[in-house]
């Protein structure tokens, strides 16, 4: 069964400790997303990654930073935990799609739950 | 600002009552899909829309595509209590990186 793996469902930290979420994929999609989830705010994209070594900034990059090593690996990183950080964190990943040849179907993890105290 | 406008954001209703959610925008969007969450759960694809008027049945799920891609709708018919979830609409712009704009989503519950 493929399958996007978070590796933590729920973590408590203090403030200012530095977080890292994982996410592995099985599936060889070259694209992996990390989004956090809040109550009536939707899912709000952070970083994403369409290739190996590759990064782009989403909609709200500020106090994270992102890793992608290996192709089936992405890392968020939290560098100095702030409890606005308080979250829900879900992993995506699709395979690459040239314009025109269909829709990109995101895979989804069970979400990583971070409380900052 | 929110690309994707979803409405209404909770929706509480009766088993066996049909209901529609709505996901607008002022922006094209070369496909539009469909989500459903459960908790403690990411979401799971329902549908995947591509073309302009395209209308998709899922048994007694109905999605449908605006004429102009700027819209979608999603409306069940005698909702049943499994039925509960979030569900969220999401819109591709059409280039290769896979990046999709999501709603704010609609929380439903299905009473029996």
């Known amino acids: 069964d493929v399958k996007v793996t978070q590796s933590s469902r729920y973590l408590v930290k203090r403030t200012g400790e530095k977080v890292f979420l994982e996410c592995v994929q099985d599936?060889?999609?070259?694209?992996m997303f990390w989004y956090r989830q809040d109550p009536g705010l939707g899912l709000r994209l952070i970083y994403f990654?369409?290739?190996?070594?590759?990064?782009e900034k989403g909609d709200i990059p500020e106090g994270y930073s992102v890793s992608r090593e290996k192709k089936e690996r992405f890392s968020l990183i939290l560098e100095s935990a702030s409890t606005n950080q308080t979250s829900m964190y879900l992993c995506?990943?699709?395979?690459?799609?040239?314009?025109?040849?269909?829709?990109?179907?995101?895979?989804f993890g069970a979400g990583s739950r971070l409380t900052v105290l | 600002t929110q690309l994707l406008e979803q409405s209404p954001q909770f929706l509480s209703i009766q088993e066996g009552e049909n209901l529609t959610v709505y996901c607008n925008s002022s922006?094209?969007?070369?496909?539009l899909q469909w989500y459903r969450q459960e908790p403690g759960e990411g979401p799971v694809l329902l549908v995947t829309?591509?073309?302009?008027?395209e209308v998709k049945k899922l048994k007694r799920l109905t999605f449908q595509f605006g004429d102009a891609r700027k819209d979608s709708s999603l409306h069940i018919t005698a909702a049943q209590p499994g039925d509960t979830g979030l569900y969220l609409c999401?819109?591709?712009?059409?280039?290769?990186?896979?990046?999709?704009?999501f709603g704010r989503g609609t929380q439903l519950t299905v009473w029996p």
């Open positions: 995506a990943s699709s395979p690459l799609r040239r314009a025109g040849s269909g829709a990109n179907v995101l895979t």
């Open positions: 599936m060889d999609h070259e694209n």
């Open positions: 990654s369409y290739d190996v070594k590759m990064k």
């Open positions: 922006s094209v969007f070369s496909s």
């Open positions: 829309v591509v073309t302009g008027g």
């Open positions: 999401a819109g591709a712009k059409g280039s290769t990186l896979g990046r999709l704009y």
